[in-house]
C-alpha cells in the first residue's frame, strides 16, 4: 500500500536511486554478455573458415592423387595434417595418400598412413575403413596374421559383412578352410546390413574352397581299430587252423604211402 501512495516523483526518486546503486553490476553483465556472444559468433566464423579451407586443400589432394601426382599430394597432405587437425578431412587425406601409394607399387607406405588414421582420437567410421583396407595391404604382404588381427571387431552392423568378407580371404590364406567358410558364410548372412558387400564374389570364394573333410570320430576309430585287429586274428587263427589240418591230411597220406611200399608186408 505504501508504494501505491507514493507519488510518481518518489517513484522516479527511487528508481534513480536503485539505478545509482545497481549500474556498474547491470552494465558489467552486459558487456560480458555481449562479449561472450561476439565471442562465439567470432569462434564459429573462424571455425567454419578453417573448413572452407580445409575443403579446398583436400579437393586439391583429391585432384594431385587422381592424376597420380606423389610429391605435391605429399604436400598438401601434410600441410592439412599440420594446420587444420582438428577437421575431418585429416582423416580422408590419410585414406587417399594410401590409395595413391598403393597405386604406386608403394604398400609399405600405405600401410603407415592407414596406421596414421587408427592412431588419431576421433574418426571411428574412418578407421573402420582403414582396417579395411589394412587388412587387404597385409593379406598383399603375406602377413595373414596380421591381416586376421585387424578385422576382429566391426563395431557394429554397417561393416560386419566386409569384415567376416576380409577375415574369410585371411583365414583362406592361413588355410584354415573350415574357418574360411563359416566367415564367408557370415558375411552372406550380414549383407542386408551391408549394401556394399559382393554377394556374388563370395559365394565364388565358397565354392573356390576345397570339399569339406569330415573328421572321424575318435570312439568310432577306436572301435573300427579294435574290430580290425579282431578280425585280422580270427583270420590268422583259422590260417593256423587250415595249416594243421593240411599237415594232418599230408602226414596220414604219406603213412598210407609208407605201408603200402613196405616189402616186409
Given at each position: 500500500m505504501a508504494d501505491e501512495?507514493?507519488?510518481?516523483?518518489?517513484?522516479?526518486?527511487d528508481l534513480k536511486k536503485w539505478w545509482q546503486e545497481n549500474q556498474f553490476p547491470i552494465i558489467?553483465?552486459?558487456v560480458i554478455v555481449v562479449g561472450g556472444l561476439f565471442g562465439w559468433n567470432s569462434y564459429q566464423g573462424s571455425k567454419f573458415e578453417s573448413?572452407?579451407?580445409?575443403?579446398?586443400?583436400?579437393?586439391?589432394?583429391?585432384?594431385?592423387?587422381a592424376d597420380g601426382r606423389l610429391e605435391e599430394a605429399q604436400a598438401v597432405s601434410s600441410?592439412?595434417?599440420?594446420?587444420?587437425?582438428?577437421?575431418?578431412?585429416?582423416?580422408?587425406s590419410k585414406l587417399a595418400m594410401a590409395r595413391l601409394y598403393m597405386d604406386r607399387n608403394r604398400d609399405e607406405d600405405a600401410a603407415t598412413a592407414l596406421r596414421e588414421l587408427l592412431a588419431l582420437d576421433g574418426f571411428d567410421e574412418m578407421k573402420l575403413i582403414a582396417n579395411l583396407r589394412l587388412s587387404k595391404i597385409l593379406l598383399y604382404q603375406g602377413k595373414a596374421d596380421e591381416a586376421l588381427a585387424a578385422v576382429q571387431d566391426p563395431q557394429g552392423q554397417a561393416f560386419a559383412a566386409r569384415f567376416a568378407e576380409a577375415r574369410g580371404d585371411a583365414l583362406l590364406a592361413l588355410e584354415r578352410f573350415t574357418e574360411a567358410r563359416e566367415a564367408y558364410s557370415?558375411?552372406?548372412g550380414q549383407a542386408n546390413a551391408d549394401q556394399t558387400l559382393n554377394v556374388g564374389l563370395v559365394r565364388l570364394k565358397i565354392f573356390d574352397l576345397p570339399p569339406e573333410v569330415t573328421e572321424p570320430d575318435a570312439d568310432a576309430v577306436m572301435d573300427g581299430s579294435e574290430a580290425d585287429a579282431a578280425e585280422t586274428e580270427a583270420e590268422a587263427e583259422a590260417d593256423i587252423e587250415d595249416s594243421e589240418s593240411t599237415d594232418a591230411t599230408s602226414d596220414a597220406t604219406s603213412d598210407a604211402t609208407a605201408e603200402s611200399e613196405d616189402p616186409a608186408q
Open positions: 501512495l507514493k507519488t510518481e516523483e518518489e517513484q522516479l526518486e558489467a553483465g552486459v573448413q572452407v579451407a580445409a575443403s579446398a586443400l583436400y579437393e586439391t589432394l583429391v585432384e594431385h592423387v600441410q592439412i595434417a599440420a594446420d587444420y587437425a582438428n577437421t575431418a578431412y585429416v582423416g580422408q557370415d558375411a552372406i
